[in-house]
């Protein structure tokens, strides 16, 4: 196991948390590659042979991304990517060496938030890294800017019985129980919460999400707002707040006395 150490130095001594980032990886040196290399560049890194061992450190440690191998002996990434979904709110990354277009779109479907096919190039994979970073909702470091007595502002958005908390990326639902989300669910929903009432074609959603441009991009956005629409639809195939346009993308329909 590699692990590099959780704090930095910030400014006047300060120290800041540093992104903790799990790769899961049967191949050791490229394992050993990964983590030395996100390390160097300033993250918290553990490397982790297998699976079970990722269980187990999910056991004591909290991450906030996880780079998982799809083809392990034992357990496979996909299966594992799904259970951390269940246990906190990380990004994920799959990396496969088959890159077929059935194993991206399986990896979409479980709510990966990139997918990278090996070999890949390491500073490929520090940038995808740090575009998935800055979606995910444990990793916040505005709180270490905020200024001393300044009063913050919670984002919240209201339509029919929901209500959506943009800070801390819940949603609520009738009698005000918690809708469970994936991240890139809320992904998507945050994007039509903030550009409500206009047409936001499949390319947009997927720039706005940090989806990067592949041929099955299209697919993978249309996945995600019809698992969105089982959510917060009383009838997901006559939808109310999110509708299709056909031929063009979609349209979030929110009141203008929404809050």
Sequence with gaps: MFLCNLLSAGV????VLRARIAIV???PDLRDAVAEYLGANGYDVTALESAQAMRDAVETEFFHLAILDIAMPGEDGLSLGRW????????????????????RIVGLELGADDYMVKPYELREMLARVRSV??????????PALKQAGEEHVRRAVSFGDFSADLDSRMLTGPAGHTIDMAKSEFDVLEV???????????????EAIG?????????AVDIRVMRLRKKIETDPANPRYLRTVRGEGYIFALPDDAN
Aim: hydrophobic share 35%; charged share 30%; no cysteine.
């Design 84 to 103: 951390l979904r269940s246990r906190m709110p990380m990004g994920i990354i799959y990396a496969t060496a088959a890159g077929t277009a059935i194993d």
């Design 25 to 27: 990886e049967d191949e």
């Design 211 to 219: 989806l990067t441009e592949e041929p099955e991009t299209s697919r």
């Design 192 to 206: 039509f919460l903030t550009r409500p009432n206009r047409l936001l074609t499949r390319a947009a959603l997927s």
């Design 12 to 15: 006047g001594g300060q120290t």
């Design 133 to 142: 970073l800055r979606r995910v909702p444990a990793y916040e470091e505005a």
